[in-house]
């Protein structure tokens, strides 16, 4: 798939984490473009932020695959850990206009959106995780797998 036909990809640094590509790009005034890659079959795969490297309080880019075909993403924020406190389109992440983007090609799912900063981003605790049922009013089911990761946003190794 030709990510380039629905997002700029200029010079994206990679790193990998089981099934998950992290592609990032910064530019200029503190934007950084990113796509989330991973192997999809059904479910959810996300993408969050935290201050502290916990789930509690981070803000989550998560993206899905509906029945119909058609790609969903959303924002959520979790207040606790009952699916009643994981709040759909709350959060921290700071968006820019462009609209979050999913798609799937064959069995890798690309969620893509863009971020703005008042300062350079540079070390943050990345949340990567994803779960094999589907939201169900936009509640989201409990992960499979997670992992918390140290990403360093302004190298672009």
């Known amino acids: 798939m030709d990510l380039s036909s629905f997002l700029p990809l200029p010079n994206m640094a990679c790193k990998p984490w089981n099934s998950y590509v992290l592609m990032y790009s910064p530019s200029k005034n503190n934007v950084i473009t990113i796509v989330l890659s991973s192997i999809y079959t059904s479910g959810w795969a996300g993408m969050g932020f935290s201050r502290d490297g916990m789930m509690l309080n981070a803000s989550c880019m998560i993206g899905w695959i509906t029945a119909e075909g ?81 990403f360093d946003f302004s190298s672009n190794r």
């Open 70 to 150: 058609q790609g969903k993403i959303k924002q959520y924020h979790v207040q606790g850990f009952t699916l009643s406190e994981i709040k759909p389109d709350e959060g921290e992440v700071p968006l820019t206009s462009v609209p979050p983007y999913v798609a799937l090609n064959g069995v890798t799912i690309y969620l893509s959106f863009q971020l703005k900063y008042n300062r350079t981003l540079k070390t943050q605790s990345v949340l990567l995780g994803f779960g094999t049922k589907y939201p169900h009013h936009l509640h989201l089911p409990i992960h499979q797998d997670k992992t918390t990761i140290s």
